[in-house]
């Protein structure tokens, strides 16, 4: 239970630092690009768009898994619905006022959002509890058709990509693939992969650690 809460705020700080990179207005990574152009489109609100999206790969994993844990998949949807209400409040009403016109202040403010962002993803995934619905769509279909969890994880940003374009293009809407994008795409992945393996080393510290001292009292 602990760890399932733990990774229930997590997936809100996330949400606060997707939330950050949105209002940057420098361009997002190619997933967030979707959702932004989505939503201009249909003038939903992009927390909405980013749970609904969500909620289609979570549908899609739990048809491709053979063991049905819906209590598994019960915590990813509530942590899923809590992600897109942050992301709105968080977005609409706390920076909704807000206008940065500097530009440089923009670029730090969304590499501090892709940090937070990062970070906390790679301790959730660390933590094993309530993975993300696409990862583990994409981690799925790996394992039954023996291609690579990456090949899957890029299908998806360039069908992404494409999308956001394609509805910019289409309905004369903002760009949002632009230079966030691309530091998205050189740091984001190694931000993840740096926290995650932090986080599992210091568990691994933590379970020695524990096992000497009973070792040690008996």
């Not at 606060?16 to 152009?37: C, E, P, Q």
């Not at 962002?117 to 583990?136: H, M, Q, R, V």
């Not at 949002?176 to 795409?185: A, D, K, L, W």
């Amino acid at each position: 239970m602990k760890k399932v809460i733990q990774s229930i705020l997590l997936y809100i700080v996330s949400a606060i630092g997707i939330s950050l990179t949105l209002k940057a207005d420098v361009g997002v990574s190619s997933f967030n690009a979707m959702n932004l152009s989505i939503s201009a489109w249909t003038s939903i609100k992009v927390g909405t768009i980013t749970f609904v999206v969500n909620l289609i790969f979570l549908i899609g994993y739990i048809c491709l898994c053979d063991k049905k844990d819906f209590r598994k998949f019960t915590l990813m949807l509530i942590s899923m619905l809590f992600f897109g209400m942050v992301i709105n409040f968080f977005l609409y009403t706390i920076l909704g006022t807000i206008h940065i016109e500097n530009y440089l202040v923009r670029v730090v403010l969304f590499i501090f959002g892709m940090i937070l962002a990062g970070g906390t993803t790679g301790i959730i995934l660390s933590l094993d509890i309530i993975p993300f619905p696409i990862e583990s769509f994409c981690l799925r279909i790996a394992e039954l058709t023996k291609r690579t969890f990456s090949l899957y994880r890029y299908s998806i940003d360039l069908f992404s990509i494409i999308v956001s374009i394609t509805i910019s293009l289409l309905y004369n809407l903002p760009i949002n693939i632009r230079e966030g994008t691309i530091i998205s795409f050189l740091f984001l992945s190694g931000i993840i992969s740096y926290t995650r393996l932090k986080c599992e080393n210091y568990q691994l510290r933590t379970k020695k650690s524990i096992k000497n001292k009973t070792d040690y009292k008996i």
